[in-house]
């Protein structure tokens, strides 16, 4: 097929699976700011929120404060921030629209009614009203362009870009979720370093516990609904009690959300996606690329977590979205029209 | 205009409803308000969802709109369609001889049928072209003919489309609303379907491939998403499952041209083309062209590729060349015109100009290379400023116009916002030439949606409706 238009197959697939897991962040921050806490405890939440997104400094650019309406606002209804659900919406439904004759109809309309209902329900309110409610839209929508993709898709090539970009964003976002509890915590680089005030609560448990001294005071009951929400968020929490019957523990949610094929949003099923579905796209540029994505897969499937968590999961996590980065570099190399400036 | 002077496609003038809408409008008159007001949300509604919009220049890149759609069809008799579409078949065959003959042995002009000057000087007129084969000789391989209804019930000519014209997807789209909406009336009535265009539409394509290709790649080139017609490119590429491509998408190498693929370059053979012959090919038309492809005039020339429709097919469909396809039917087919012309007064004949100044307020007055109802004046429906402020146009360039005296376009009834009321139309069918003549039955009809005008295109407030032929 045309490069140009698996180029837009895989943003579109890309924008809304991002709008997804935008909701999906926002959901866990607004649902973690509601704990008792100080209220320099739940601007932190929303800053963490941000930092994630590496959006903190176009926020402060037009927000002088910190208030969950305004980080909401901005991460959901802001047409500049082009990385609000407002903006990701409009990408997918452009990058739809100029291929819509490589799409079937169904596939289409579901983009382009999505774009249409965005602009009904945020002009009638409903973010305001019922964020929780606008969160579930978005969700459902971003589960119906997938379903309708799957169950009206000749699985050829186009059908192939469009789950390559839906999987590789989705390894991305979901790291990016799971470090957000890391970036909550200030300033990245002496986390690095080990230098923190606090521990990154992700290795608090078990063989992980390496990076410096519990804080102290700090309610464990916070951490766990911390972790709860953070499963809620990626629709994880019944399978957790499935899979571990048991408590909620920090290294299992990682275990979870990172190493488990069986999964469906852990970073080795999504890697595993993309890795199969290069496969069935390969072409004679695309080796490097396949070897690379192939590497890391083989990584989450063999590797242990207390091993990838050795050096604290914000590296892991860190080193995790460089290399996704470069596997979509590659791809964007070897069979699209190639990227001006790294997503 | 007094009014009962004009046609109307439903009732005769006493009130009298005309026999093929009989079942129709009994159908109609069953209906209450209510439900038909729903019916044309739900189409609204549709329409949206679907993204049958398209593109309005000066909007602001982006806009996006519908064309107003009108649920009650436009229905032509079997007989009147069969003598339309004998005469659309003359018409198009007379217009592809004279397109070839001008761009070779030049006979027409040679014959003194029409004066040398208007078309070796005309800026539609492509010299790249003299002397270059063409598959099966076939330049208007799409041709869309604007149909218009006056008088006491006969059909003219009003233009010829012979280089991109659009609309078709409007056709089709709008027998699909129509059968979604209301069902029931296609059991009522025996309508002529139109579904298959596309299939013809891919079979003449592929009819006309470079010589030697037998499994022919046929491409649909678009200039992108922001341009008016975007949305028929789109549906056209899809139904005829062709890929619809970009100029940038497109490259000459070793006297070919390819298209980038996820696999590589691949061979394109047959280009439709929906961009204007000066931005095809930056090195030889307008520079500044990010549309088309470099180099591919050369390839073309070589017989390499083939383009429908093919360059310079403008000359034919000039404003000013208009008034001598009457005089073509004569000469290349030795037949009688089925189809009558519009009387034309060409500004460019001091007589006619002298006419047309005189008789501005009643007289139609087009640019000659114009279309889509842009730089026009509708002597009756403007004030006396427009008036003169064309007229100064008018005579600074006399040869740039023509006049016609303004037609009483036929009515057809409208769903307006006071209810049902008569709206002038015309018909756009479409004709495919390649190796044999295909068409389906019918066509798009636009509607001029305000209250006495005369101008139907899309870009002009107007709308569309679905147009029914009835089979016996």
Redesign the interface.
């Known amino acids: 097929?045309?490069?140009?238009?698996?180029d837009h197959l895989f943003w579109m697939a890309r924008y809304i699976e991002r709008a997804e897991n935008t909701a999906r962040m926002l959901d866990v921050t607004l649902t973690t700011s509601l704990l008792p806490q100080s209220p320099r405890q739940a601007e932190l939440g929303w800053r963490a929120m941000l930092g994630i997104s590496e959006l903190q400094p176009s926020y402060d650019a037009v927000h002088p404060t910190m208030s969950a309406p305004l980080v909401l606002d901005f991460m959901v209804r802001d047409p500049d921030n082009s990385s609000s659900i407002y903006s990701c919406l409009q990408a997918a439904r452009?990058n739809a629209?100029?291929?819509?004759?490589?799409l079937t109809?169904d596939v289409?309309?579901t983009h382009?009614?999505t774009w249409?209902q965005l602009q009904t329900q945020l002009r009638d309110g409903l973010l305001e009203r019922d964020p929780k409610q606008f969160f579930e839209w978005v969700k459902f929508r971003s589960h119906l362009s997938r379903g309708v993709t799957i169950g009206t898709m000749l699985q050829d090539?186009a059908f192939y870009?469009i789950r390559l970009g839906t999987f590789l964003e989705r390894a991305d976002n979901t790291a990016r979720i799971l470090d957000v509890k890391f970036h909550e915590l200030g300033d990245g680089q002496s986390q690095r370093d080990g230098q923190s005030q606090r521990d990154d609560q992700s290795q608090r448990d078990g063989q992980s516990q390496r990076n410096g001294p519990e804080q102290p005071g700090s309610p464990h009951y916070l951490d766990y609904y911390y972790w709860a929400a953070v499963l809620r968020s990626v629709s994880a929490f019944e399978i957790y009690r499935r899979v571990y019957r048991d408590v909620i523990t920090p290294l299992r949610v990682a275990e979870l959300l990172i190493l488990r094929p069986d999964m469906p949003r852990s970073l080795a099923a999504s890697v595993n996606e993309v890795c199969g579905t290069l496969e069935r796209?390969k072409?004679?540029r695309s080796g490097e690329t396949a070897r690379r994505a192939g590497l890391l897969g083989a990584e989450l499937r063999f590797g242990r977590i207390e091993d990838l968590l050795a050096r604290g999961m914000h590296a892991f996590l860190t080193g995790f979205l460089e290399r996704v980065n470069d596997i979509g570099q590659g791809i964007s190399q070897d069979?699209?029209v190639p990227l001006e400036t790294p997503q | 205009m007094v009014e009962s002077s004009i046609f109307n496609e439903m009732y005769v003038n006493q009130g009298g409803v005309r026999s093929h809408y009989g079942s129709f409008e009994g159908w109609l008159a069953g209906q209450s308000d209510d439900l038909m007001r729903l019916k044309r949300t739900e189409a609204d509604q549709v329409f949206?969802?679907?993204?049958i919009t398209f593109a309005v220049y000066g909007d602001g890149a982006g806009m996006e709109r519908l064309i107003p759609f009108d649920v009650i069809p436009r229905i032509i008799p079997q007989p009147e369609w069969r003598l339309l579409e004998t005469g659309l078949r003359q018409r198009v065959r007379a217009l592809n001889c004279f397109l070839h003959d001008v761009y070779h042995d030049q006979e027409f002009l040679r014959a003194g049928k029409l004066p040398i000057d208007q078309v070796l000087q005309n800026s539609q007129y492509r010299p790249e072209m003299r002397g270059i084969d063409v598959a099966s000789d076939i330049y208007a391989h799409i041709a869309g003919i604007d149909i218009v209804r006056a008088g006491a019930g006969d059909y003219y000519v009003l233009e010829d489309n012979l280089r991109v014209p659009s609309g078709v997807s409007y056709m089709l789209e709008n027998r699909r609303m129509m059968m979604r909406l209301f069902p029931e009336l296609f059991v009522r009535n025996r309508v002529a379907p139109v579904e298959h265009y596309p299939d013809l539409l891919l079979e003449n394509l592929r009819s006309v491939a470079p010589q030697g290709v037998d499994d022919p790649t046929v491409v649909l080139l678009t200039p992108?998403?922001y341009n008016s017609a975007y949305f028929e490119?789109?549906?056209l590429?899809?139904q005829m499952g062709i890929?619809?491509?970009?100029g940038?998408?497109l490259f000459v190498q070793d006297g070919a041209v390819f298209?980038?693929?996820?696999?590589?370059p691949r061979r394109v053979d047959v280009i439709y083309r929906r961009i204007d012959d000066d931005f095809l090919d930056p090195t030889v038309f307008r520079a500044d062209s990010t549309l088309g492809v470099a180099g591919l005039l050369d390839v073309y020339r070589s017989g390499r590729v083939t383009l429908a429709n093919a360059i310079g097919t403008g000359i034919a469909d000039d404003k000013s060349i208009y008034p001598y396809v009457p005089d073509m039917i004569a000469f290349y087919l030795g037949e009688k015109p089925l189809l009558a012309n519009v009387p034309t007064y060409c500004c460019r004949e001091p007589d006619d100009l002298q006419y047309t100044l005189e008789h501005l307020p009643e007289l139609v007055v087009k640019e000659v290379h114009n279309a889509g109802g842009y730089g026009m004046l509708v002597g009756p429906a403007s004030t006396r400023g427009e008036i003169e402020e064309f007229r100064d146009r008018l005579l600074a360039r006399p040869d740039n116009y023509i006049a016609q005296p303004t037609l009483a376009l036929s009515t057809c009834p409208t769903y307006v916002e006071a209810g049902i009321a008569p709206r002038h139309i015309d018909l756009r069918p479409f004709v495919l030439s390649g190796t044999q003549i295909t068409m389906v039955p019918g066509g798009l009809t636009r509607v001029a949606l305000r209250e006495g005008s005369l101008v139907v295109n899309s870009s002009q407030g107007g709308g569309t409706k679905d147009t029914w032929v009835l089979e016996e």
């Open positions: 097929m045309l490069s140009r238009t698996a452009e629209r100029a291929v819509r004759g490589a109809t289409w309309e382009n009614y249409l090539e870009f796209v072409n004679d069979f699209l | 949206r969802r679907v993204g992108g998403m490119h789109t549906f590429a899809q890929e619809l491509v970009e940038k998408d298209m980038r693929t996820t696999r590589g």
